[in-house]
């Protein structure tokens, strides 16, 4: 295995057997939280995580986000729990030999589940708080109608400038393509990991470019024939096993946003994400098409960071969204997918 796919490698399988975990826990457990609100679940967990003997004293925390909880609720919870904690515990910059506590937000059919990873001095405690989905706010529909949803498929530390699913089976991963600043790599995901098929180099341009940019285009059923759009130039794309890459002199202009089908009633929407900073945390919105854009969202996802792109996969079953997250550093690659929300 290369070091750039222990870098991007998402471990799927520990995913499925934490969330298995997870749920007999909440199934069994009678001494996790109760609590009524993000901010007691929040709190009760840094009393937790402050009653693990020979705990370190001092960690940089990393908070993440993998459930669609709105990030505004996120951050109240990671709010919280820093109060509680006791900000002095909490130093601002991840040096060695400085100890990471690792705080998610993850989520079951029934319940939305904050997990402390704490380091001791004998290896690493766990520590789990719960509350109840129905009980918390909203975790990103506007009109409750309809809900949009992400999965985090990959992730890493080198820019990423676009990546999109090729394949056709929502219950599987990928194909998989990922376009950073001077390549373009195709995924394939067997045994629960990602095996990389192909490499092409994408043509430098003789241009210097002060933001890199680049977009893969597929047309809606024809997901192994479509381009790659640059800055100065466009690709004509074709997949197989392999990568075919042709490149010219073609610049065209870069989409605003890209449909999506929902899988509840068939419909069509516009995603788009909101234009804000790209240093500040961004939102995934949907409208119908045929509305304006003053129109409000039929549902809206709170992001872990700036969008850098949005692409259309899956016969627009599902969408292709890379997001730099800005606590961790990382390029993540979520899957997004429109539902009914009951």
């Known amino acids: 295995m290369s070091a750039n796919q222990k870098l991007s490698l998402l471990p799927l399988r520990g995913r499925f057997f934490l969330i298995s975990f997870l749920g007999v826990l909440i199934l069994c457990g009678p001494s996790l939280c109760r609590a009524d609100s993000l901010e007691d679940v929040a709190r009760a967990l840094a009393r937790k995580v402050s009653a693990i003997p020979q705990r370190e004293k001092r960690y940089f925390l990393s908070w993440q986000n993998r459930s669609s909880l709105a990030h505004e609720h996120s951050q109240a919870l990671k709010d919280a729990f820093t109060d509680e904690f006791g900000g002095a515990n909490i130093i601002e910059k991840q040096e060695p030999p400085s100890h990471t506590l690792q705080v998610s937000i993850e989520e079951t059919p029934a319940f939305y589940v904050l997990v402390a990873k704490v380091p001791t001095a004998d290896g690493e405690a766990t520590r789990i ?3 109840d989905r129905g009980a918390s706010p909203s975790a990103g529909t506007a009109g409750g109608q309809y809900h949009l949803s992400k999965q985090l ?3 890493q530390q080198e820019p990423i400038l676009d990546a999109v699913e090729t394949g056709d089976d929502p219950s599987k991963l990928g194909p998989l393509l990922i376009l950073n600043r001077d390549k373009l790599l195709l995924y394939r995901h067997e045994n629960d990991h990602w095996e990389l098929l192909d490499t092409k180099r994408i043509p430098t341009s003789e241009k210097g470019v002060r933001a890199p940019r680049g977009e893969i285009r597929f047309s809606p059923g ?3 024939q479509g381009s790659v759009a640059l800055p100065d130039q466009s690709c004509d794309l074709t997949i197989t096993e392999k990568i075919e890459l042709s490149c010219g002199g073609i610049s065209h202009p870069w ?3 890209t449909f999506l089908a929902s899988t509840c009633e068939g ?7 909101e234009a804000g900073d790209w240093s500040a945390p961004d939102r995934l919105l949907v409208r119908k098409p045929s509305l304006p854009k003053s129109a409000p969202p039929g549902a809206e996802l709170e992001l872990s960071g700036p969008s850098l792109s949005i692409s259309t996969g899956r016969r627009m ?26």
Request: aromatic share 14%; with cysteine; hydrophobic share 40%.
């Open 267 to 273: 419909g069509v929407w516009w995603l788009q994400a």
């Open 317 to 342: 079953q599902g969408d292709t969204a890379v997001v730099f997250n800005l606590s961790t550093g990382n390029y993540e690659v979520y899957r997004i997918t429109l539902a009914c929300a009951n």
């Open 129 to 131: 708080t719960r509350i």
């Open 222 to 224: 024809r997901e192994m």
């Open 255 to 257: 989409r605003e946003g």
């Open 153 to 155: 498929i990959w992730q």
